[in-house]
Each structure stands twice: as C-alpha cells, then as structure tokens.
C-alpha cells in the first residue's frame, strides 16, 4: 500500500484524465498503534503544489481495520515530506485534524474476501478552490437514503 504511484499511463490513453502523482509512506515507524501513512496527491507537472496532504491511521480493532483520516496543520510545512519523512518527527497525532466521516471499516468476510465499509454521514472536502460536501440523511420510514451534494468555491 505504500510506494509512488501516477496515472501517467491512464492520461495518454484518455485525455479526460491528468496525470496524478500519488504518494504514500509510513511514517512514525516506531510507533505500536497501528500503520501511520502520509499521503500526498499532486498533478503530476506541479509536485510541489499538492491538492491533498493527508495522514492515514491503519489499524485493528475489536476484529477489524479501520482507518482514520487526518488533516496536517500547516500543511506546506510537509510538502515532498515523503521523500524526507524526518520532517514528520516534529509532528504527533494529537496536532492532527480528524476528517469527520472519512473513516473507512474493513471486516473479514472468508479467507479471500474483505467487507468495505465508509460511513458517511456528512463529508466535507475542499480541492484547489472547489469545496465539495456531501450529506447523508435517513428517513427512518423508508430507511431511504439521500445524498446532497453542494459544489462551490472554497471560503477563505
């Protein structure tokens, strides 16, 4: 789950797609509470402008993965931080931002199988200048499930 990954292949083949630069590394290595990753999302010809900096949590619980989902503060601090992950020697999870809905169950369903499941019950992202956010309602009648989606320009 960790390396450096794009879409280099995917965007010569369908212009509809930019080339994505993904980088992902653990981090915090000597800690015992699971996988600590850092995450860094850019277009490929601009690297040292991400549009996602983020910290994944991995780890089991009562039987189960799960993963949480951080925001950084002051997140140009720790751009390319994955190719020099000292830098994140001067951060600890109790500085992290929990991203509210973003956490992801994994269960075991047989040997080969894996249940996913993201709750999402209000989510919201902002990338470049855009916010998305996305809520989840339940009419407790019909168990029928609503999604809204808003889009905009991210407020300052």
């Known amino acids: 789950m960790t390396g450096s990954f794009n879409s ?22 000597n800690r015992n509470d699971g996988y600590w990753l850092y995450v860094e999302q850019a277009v490929a010809t601009a690297k040292d402008k991400p549009y996602r900096q983020r910290i994944y949590h991995i780890f089991e619980e009562d039987g ?64 470049g200048s855009l916010e998305l956010e996305v809520k989840k309602t339940q009419n407790p009648k019909s168990l029928k499930e609503i999604f809204s989606r808003s889009f ?3 407020r300052k």
Request: charged residues 35%; contains cysteine; glycine residues 6%.
């Open 152 to 154: 905009g320009k991210r």
């Open 64 to 127: 189960v993965l799960k993963s949480v989902i951080y925001s950084l503060p002051d997140e140009k601090k720790f751009i390319g931080g994955w190719e020099d992950i000292s830098v994140f020697n001067t951060l600890s999870p109790e500085q992290l931002e929990t991203r509210k809905g973003c956490e992801v169950i994994i269960k075991r369903k047989d040997e080969e199988i894996f249940m996913l499941n993201q709750k999402i019950e209000q989510l919201k992202m902002s990338i």
């Open 8 to 29: 280099k292949e995917q965007s010569r083949n369908d212009p509809d797609y930019y080339n994505i630069s993904l980088e992902m590394h653990r981090i915090w290595g």
